[in-house]
């Protein structure tokens, strides 16, 4: 979990991580504590409620978390008023990945 990371709003090294449209939304300048994930495996009723947030007529409606820069942020934000329990894996998933490379003049290979 993620802890202190401040919201970039005028980032000129790395523009693709100011992310005004969450300081907009929240009025934050941290972000809430937050997983960095390769993947997140959810409940039915978890990938319910995020589905539904930013849409018309929800209690989240206000919210264009679709648009925020940080795709983890934005689940740690949205998930932050919810019982839900964090597992971390014990080993980096990308780490762990079969990397198959594709040859076009050849079979596929395993690296």
Known sequence: I????LVLLHDRHNPQWNNLDFHRDLGLSMYPPYPEASGYAFSAAVAAYLASVGEPGTKAEVLQWK???IEDAAMGTILAG??????QL???VRQRQRVIRVNRTAA????
């Open 82 to 87: 919810l019982n839900v329990r964090f597992i």
């Open 67 to 69: 648009n925020w820069a």
């Open 2 to 5: 993620l802890y202190g990371n």
């Open 90 to 92: 014990p080993a980096e």
């Open 108 to 111: 596929p290979q395993r690296v």
